[in-house]
C-alpha cells in the first residue's frame, strides 16, 4: 500500500460514536479505574466483563454522567465533551438502565413509561396520550404488554426489564448502557430480554451491555471488553473468543495480570 492508499484508508476509518481516553478514577486511596482506552460505534453491542470490584460500573457511570472522572477524556462523534450529570449525558443522547430498574411499582405501565415527562391537559395528566403514546413506544420495540394500566408490580421480571429498557429507547439515545438486564430472569424471560437488545442494536443505536451471564454475551455481541482491577486488559471480536477464553481473562490468568489459582 503507497502513501496515498495509507492515507485514503485511515481518512474512511470510522470516528466512534463516543470515545474515552485514559480514563481514571479515584475514591479516597482506591484506583477504581486506571486509565481506560474505550471506543464505541453505532449499532454495536459491546460486552463489559469482570470480577467484582474490576471497575464496570465505575466506567460505564463516568460514561453515563454520575460520576466525573478524575483524569482522561471523553468524545462523542470526534467532539470532547464532559458530562457533570446524568442530564448532561442524556442531552448526548446517553442512557443506562441500572440494576435497580428504578421502576416505580405502585404506578402503571404508561405512568413508568412518561416518569418525570408526564404529557399534562391543563393542570391534569393526560392520560390518553400517556396511554396511546406507551402503546406506540412498545410496538416499536415488539414488546407485549396487554394491559397498559396494570401496576408494575404485577408484572414479570422479563416485563419489567422490558419496561426500563423501553422508557430509556423512548429517548432516542445513540448510547444505551444496561448493568445486568437478565440477572434473576427465567429462561423464557432472559430469551426476550436479548432479542430486544438486538432490535435496540438493529436501530443504530450502540449498546454496551455488563453481565456475569457470559453465555448472553455470545447471542447479542460484537466485541467483549475484559477489565481487571481497573484497567482494561483484553478486548475481543465475539468470533475469536468463547467461555474458556473469557472466564481465564477475567479471573487474571489470560492477560497477565497474576490471577489466581
Known amino acids: 500500500m503507497n502513501a496515498n492508499q495509507t492515507q485514503g484508508a485511515a481518512a474512511a476509518a470510522p470516528i466512534p460514536r463516543i470515545a474515552l481516553s485514559g480514563i481514571k478514577k479515584r475514591f479516597g486511596s482506591v484506583e477504581a479505574i486506571r486509565g481506560v482506552d474505550l471506543a464505541l460505534y453505532p449499532g454495536e453491542c459491546v460486552g463489559l466483563v469482570g470480577d467484582n470490584a474490576a471497575g464496570k460500573s465505575t466506567l460505564t457511570k463516568i460514561i453515563s454522567g ?35 430498574l428504578s421502576l416505580c411499582d405502585t404506578i402503571d405501565v404508561a405512568g413508568n413509561l412518561y416518569l418525570g415527562r408526564e404529557p399534562m391537559n391543563g393542570i391534569f395528566l393526560d392520560r390518553k396520550a400517556m396511554r396511546d403514546g406507551a402503546r406506540a413506544m412498545l410496538e416499536r420495540l415488539e414488546i407485549k404488554i396487554p394491559n397498559l394500566d396494570a401496576l408494575v408490580a404485577q408484572l414479570s421480571g422479563g416485563q419489567r426489564q422490558s419496561i426500563a429498557i423501553a422508557r430509556a429507547a423512548a429517548f432516542d439515545p445513540q448510547v444505551l448502557i444496561m448493568d445486568e438486564p437478565t440477572s434473576a430472569l427465567a429462561v423464557k424471560e432472559v430469551e426476550a430480554v436479548l432479542d430486544l437488545i438486538n432490535r435496540v442494536k438493529a436501530k443504530g443505536v450502540t449498546v454496551v451491555l455488563i453481565t456475569h451471564r457470559l453465555q448472553d454475551l455470545f447471542n447479542v455481541c460484537d466485541r467483549i471488553t475484559v477489565m481487571y482491577e481497573g484497567l482494561k486488559v483484553a478486548e475481543r471480536k465475539i468470533a475469536d473468543t468463547d467461555l474458556t477464553d473469557l ?12 490471577g489466581h489459582a
Do not use: C, W
Open 66 to 100: 454520575t460520576y466525573v472522572p478524575d483524569e482522561g477524556t471523553i468524545s462523542i462523534n470526534g467532539e470532547p465533551v464532559r458530562f457533570a450529570t446524568p442530564a448532561d449525558a442524556r442531552k448526548h443522547h446517553i442512557e443506562m438502565v441500572y440494576q435497580d
Open 247 to 258: 472466564v481465564s481473562l477475567i479471573v487474571g490468568k489470560g492477560h497477565g495480570m497474576g
